[in-house]
């Protein structure tokens, strides 16, 4: 059986295969995922992220591929993707890997 953090970097791994189409930087060292659930006995996800904009063009698809994403570990009986705008994404949410890559 898989420790609780060993589950989380798997979904965090997964989360990274994940890259705005706009930005050369995958979503989560761009820091637009806030928080990653694990509840029902690690059966079910929740993960709540943001986008970079209210009006991205990908806003349907990002969210649809955070959820297959981590639905292909095949661990969980549900996941859910929840978007939130609170608070707003900017600059200061992206790690240094991310600024690194973009030369910020």
């Excluded at 979904?11 to 995922?33: A, R, S, W």
């Excluded at 079910?44 to 969210?63: F, G, Y």
Aim: glycine fraction near 0%; include cysteine.
């Amino acid at each position: 059986m898989l420790l609780k953090e060993e589950i989380l970097d798997q979904i965090k791994n997964q989360i990274k295969t994940i890259f705005d189409p706009e930005i050369p930087v995958d979503i989560y060292e761009l820091g637009l995922i806030y928080n990653v659930k694990l509840l029902n006995n690690n059966k079910k996800v929740e993960v709540e992220m943001t986008l970079t904009s209210p009006n991205c063009p990908e806003a349907q698809s990002i969210p649809n591929n955070v959820r297959k994403a981590i639905e292909f570990l095949d661990l969980f009986d549900e996941v859910i993707v929840k978007i939130v705008w609170d608070p707003p994404w900017d600059r200061t949410k992206m790690s240094e890997v991310a600024k690194l890559a973009l030369n910020l």
